[in-house]
């Protein structure tokens, strides 16, 4: 029952930690990546459909993001919905390709940037102590119940702990990368 608990705890935890790596790759550096544009859904006759699906997305240079639709009748589509976007990007069209350059980050940018990332982190470790609650109200209930002892009980809150710690530090790591990644020229 102990290790079940542990092993949802740690399953849930690797979860929060995948949806902050998305939450941060939505938080774009001065350098071009195809993962930014990942949140941009298009009105595909009528349903929303991921940009994804809909053009291929290519890096031009450092700083320009090429995308390509499938259909040419879309390119207005396209430039609508990456124009609706919150990430501050002016598309221009040749023909139909969409280039979409990267505009330089200011210092204040950056340091908005940075604090956006720090508020994802933050929401993440949030994440992580509420999956470790909820896992050592399970491991109380068991005790409660008498289905265990209460060495076990001490020793399997232990363990939930060491976890959660595990993914703490990881999801520091990931924010140091990432403040890293923002405040580099």
């Given at each position: ?53 809909l ?45 979409l ?66 993914y ?18």
């Open positions: 029952m102990i290790n079940e608990i542990k092993k949802d705890a740690e399953g849930r935890m690797k979860k929060a930690l995948e949806a902050l790596s998305n939450n941060f790759n939505k938080i774009r550096t001065g350098r071009a990546h195809p993962s930014l544009l990942d949140s941009i859904q298009v009105n595909y006759y009528g349903s929303l459909t991921p940009l994804s699906q053009a291929n997305i290519s890096v031009e240079d450092g700083r320009t993001l090429s995308v390509s639709p499938w259909e040419s009748n879309l390119v207005p589509e396209i430039e609508k919905a990456i124009m609706k976007s919150d990430l501050g990007l002016n598309p221009s069209t040749a023909g139909s390709v969409i280039r350059p990267m505009p330089a980050l200011t210092e204040e940018t950056r340091k908005g940037f940075t604090k956006q990332a720090k508020a994802e982190a933050e929401n993440a470790r949030v994440s992580l102590r509420n999956i470790r609650r909820d896992a050592l109200a399970q491991i109380k209930g068991l005790l409660n119940d008498k289905e265990i002892g209460e060495d076990d009980d001490r020793r399997a809150q232990d363990e939930v702990q060491k976890i959660t710690d595990k703490v530090a990881e999801v520091d790591q990931a924010l140091a990368a990432k403040e890293k990644d923002l405040m580099a020229i």
